[in-house]
Every structure is written in structure tokens, then in C-alpha cells.
T-cell receptor, first 113, second 115 residues
Framework: DTAVSQTPKYLVTQMGNDKSIKCEQN?????MYWYKQDSKKFLKIMFS???????INETVPNRFSPKSPDKAHLNLHINSLELGDSAVYFC????????????FGPGTRLTVT | AQTVTQSQPEMSVQEAETVTLSCTYD???????LFWYKQPPSRQMILVIR??????QNATENRFSVNFQKAAKSFSLKISDSQLGDTAMYFC????????????FGEGTQLTVNP
């Protein structure tokens, strides 16, 4: 049973396209996150949602838009993809009462050509 | 702003030996958590160990232990009896509830365990 799942695991697309990455967690958590890992392996928070409400919105281009249809899902939509968007994107989740336990998905490697 | 620094980009150790990975952080908070995550080639992020800042006792998980020095803002990871499966990128991370419980990561240390 996968706790935090992401689809797709690999995504190759051309500049200018629009793409989405989906994340689902079956842990009953109420908080979900998106992190970006760049080519140098540096990980940085992008967004966080608690009970479908945005609570963290880092300095991320407007082309990135998270959407949380319910507590178990947090999708990431990216418009007008650029070469610099190539990275691994990780979804994570936690329970508000124990936010120190974040569970990560397997990551989605996005390659923009 | 919280910052986390790992000054060792790469380290190597012989199988069965002990290795220590360094991490320092900067914060004005008093209540926070510190973590070590492991990322093997599979790229899955795996929590290795966690330390609550209010606890003086250093956390231990089997072969993994930390040396938490709150005043010095230092949080090192010791891996005993290193195994080939320990080969991975290791990230030190910081969290405080004040900033939405985001994890702030260091740059990572690539550890290679040699047979």
C-alpha cells in the first residue's frame, strides 16, 4: 500500500507546454506539500496546503499553480514550461498534530526540452 | 530566516567503519525539529532520524545516532558499522511550526560506502 503516490514518475515535455503532476496520500493526513529538487540536488519548499487551504506559497513563478480538490490530493499544474523547470518534484504529507513526520512520495522527474 | 549548512559535499567510508556527517543551522527559534533524511539512487526520501530541540538526550536509531549541540547550533549524524546500503545522499533538515512546518534542507552530503 503506497502511502504517498505521484503520477507520473517521469515526464518529458517541450518548452511552452502545460503539464500537471498529481499527488495522492492515503494516510489520512491534513497537510500536503510540494518540494522542488534542482539539478544540484537542493530541495526547497514550494507550496503547502492544510485542509485544502494554501498556507505556504514560496517565491514561485505564477506559472506554477497548486490545486487541492480534497485533503487527500494536491496537484501541481505548470503552464508555459521552461528549461529551468527541469527538476524532481516531491509531494509530501503530514498530520497537523505531528507535522514533524512528513512522508514523501517517490518524486516526479520533469525534463523540459 | 532559517538556514542549514552541510559543509561536506562528499564523504566516503569503508564498510563496517564509522562515519560522521556534519550539519550546522541558524535560527532564532527556540522550539524546532531537526532531521536527517537519506536519498538513495532510487531518489526516495527516507527519514533516518529526528531530534526535538527541547530534548537534551541525543536521538538514536539502531546504527544511526546524532550529536545535538543546541548552543552551537550543530547537528551531526554518526553512522556506525557502515553498510553498502548506506550509500546515499544525506540531507540535514530543520523545521519549526512558526513557518508552516516547512522543511528547510541543507545542500546534502553524498556518502559512499566502499567494500
Amino acid at each position: 500500500d503506497t502511502a504517498v503516490s505521484q503520477t507520473p514518475k517521469y515526464l518529458v515535455t517541450q518548452m511552452g507546454n502545460d503539464k500537471s503532476i498529481k499527488c495522492e496520500q492515503n494516510l489520512g493526513h491534513d497537510t500536503m506539500y510540494w518540494y522542488k529538487q534542482d539539478s544540484k540536488k537542493f530541495l526547497k519548499i514550494m507550496f503547502s496546503y492544510n485542509n485544502k487551504e494554501l498556507i505556504i506559497n514560496e517565491t514561485v513563478p505564477n506559472r506554477f499553480s497548486p490545486k487541492s480538490p480534497d485533503k487527500a490530493h494536491l496537484n501541481l499544474h505548470i503552464n508555459s514550461l521552461e528549461l529551468g523547470d527541469s527538476a524532481v518534484y516531491f509531494c509530501a504529507s503530514s498530520q497537523e498534530q505531528s507535522r514533524y513526520e512528513q512522508y514523501f512520495g517517490p518524486g516526479t522527474r520533469l525534463t523540459v526540452t | 530566516a532559517q538556514t542549514v549548512t552541510q559543509s561536506q559535499p562528499e564523504m566516503s567510508v569503508q564498510e563496517a567503519e564509522t562515519v560522521t556527517l556534519s550539519c550546522t543551522y541558524d535560527t532564532s527559534e527556540n522550539n524546532y525539529y531537526l532531521f536527517w533524511y537519506k536519498q538513495p539512487p532510487s531518489r526516495q526520501m527516507i527519514l533516518v532520524i529526528r531530534q526535538e530541540a527541547y530534548k537534551q538526550q541525543n536521538a538514536t536509531e539502531n546504527r544511526f545516532s546524532v550529536n545535538f549541540q543546541k548552543a552551537a547550533k550543530s547537528f551531526s549524524l554518526k553512522i556506525s558499522d557502515s553498510q553498502l546500503g548506506d550509500t546515499a545522499m544525506y540531507f540535514c533538515a530543520f523545521m519549526t511550526a512558526r513557518y508552516g512546518s516547512r522543511l528547510t534542507f541543507g545542500e546534502g552530503t553524498q556518502l559512499t560506502v566502499n567494500p
